[in-house]
């Protein structure tokens, strides 16, 4: 099939290429269930043993408090799992 310049490629049911999406999206869920699970371990943890976690998330580490890097760490996981479910949707294409 030969697509003129003006028309768009989209991968369908049966086109080998569609593995490749396929393993985008598994990776994009991967990523997702991670930072769920950890953010879900996170807060057992500081539920369970609220005093020594509290004591532990002040600690500072070449200036930047544990908490801080906790949670723009996970702003950042959440950020670029939603950049590539946007691109692999076609919503949002960022070319580097």
């Known amino acids: 099939m030969v697509l003129e310049e003006t028309q768009r490629w989209t991968p369908g049911i049966g086109d080998p290429t569609m593995m490749g999406w396929v393993t985008v999206a598994a990776c994009v869920f991967a990523v997702f269930m991670f930072v769920r699970g ?54 949002f294409n960022l070319r580097i």
Not at 49 to 74: A, C, K, P, T
């Open 38 to 91: 950890a953010s879900l371990v996170f807060i057992i943890v500081r539920v369970t043993s609220f005093h020594h976690v509290d004591l532990m998330l002040h600690m500072e580490i070449g200036g930047w408090r544990l908490h801080w890097i906790l949670e723009l760490g996970g702003i950042a996981c959440i950020a670029l799992t939603v950049l590539a479910r946007t691109q692999q949707l076609g919503i």
